[in-house]
Nanobody
C-alpha cells in the first residue's frame, strides 16, 4: 500500500524559506514519479513540482510549474525514501495546504495525480 506523509509546514514571514518533506512507503521509490501539489482556500488544486527517475535509477528528472520556477527546489533522498520541497522567497500567494502524491504524470505542462495516493497535507501560512 502506497503511503505518503508530509511534514514541515508552518507559519513563515514573506521572504522566508521552508522545507517540506514527503516520506514514502509501500512502493519501490525509484519506480514512481512523486509530485507536490498545493491548494489555497477557494482555489483549485495546483500541481507545482515533480521528481522521477530518468533512463537509469541514478538519473533524475524534475519539473516545476511556472508559478514556482526559480523559488522552489525539489529533491529526493532514496535511502530515506523522502522527497523534499525547498521553498525560498516565500510570497503570500504561496499560502496553501501542500500535498505530495504518487504516482504522478505530466500531461503537457499539467501535473496529474489521477491515480495517485495522496498524503494528508501540510499547511503553509505566510505572513506579510
Amino acid at each position: 500500500e502506497v503511503q505518503l506523509v508530509e511534514s514541515g509546514g508552518g507559519l513563515v514571514q514573506a521572504g522566508g524559506s521552508l522545507r517540506l518533506s514527503c516520506a514514502a512507503s509501500g512502493f519501490r521509490f525509484e519506480d514512481y514519479g512523486i509530485g507536490w501539489f498545493r491548494q489555497a482556500p477557494g482555489k483549485e488544486r495546483e500541481g507545482i513540482s515533480c521528481i522521477s527517475t530518468g533512463v537509469t535509477d541514478s538519473d533524475e528528472y524534475t519539473w516545476y510549474a511556472d508559478s514556482v520556477k526559480g523559488r522552489f527546489t525539489i529533491s529526493r533522498d532514496k535511502a530515506k525514501k523522502t522527497v523534499y520541497l525547498q521553498i525560498d522567497s516565500l510570497e503570500p500567494e504561496d499560502a496553501a495546504v501542500y500535498y505530495c502524491a504518487a504516482p504522478v504524470t505530466l500531461v503537457g505542462d499539467t501535473l496529474r495525480g489521477d491515480f495517485a495516493s495522496w498524503g494528508q497535507g501540510t499547511q503553509v501560512t505566510v505572513s506579510s
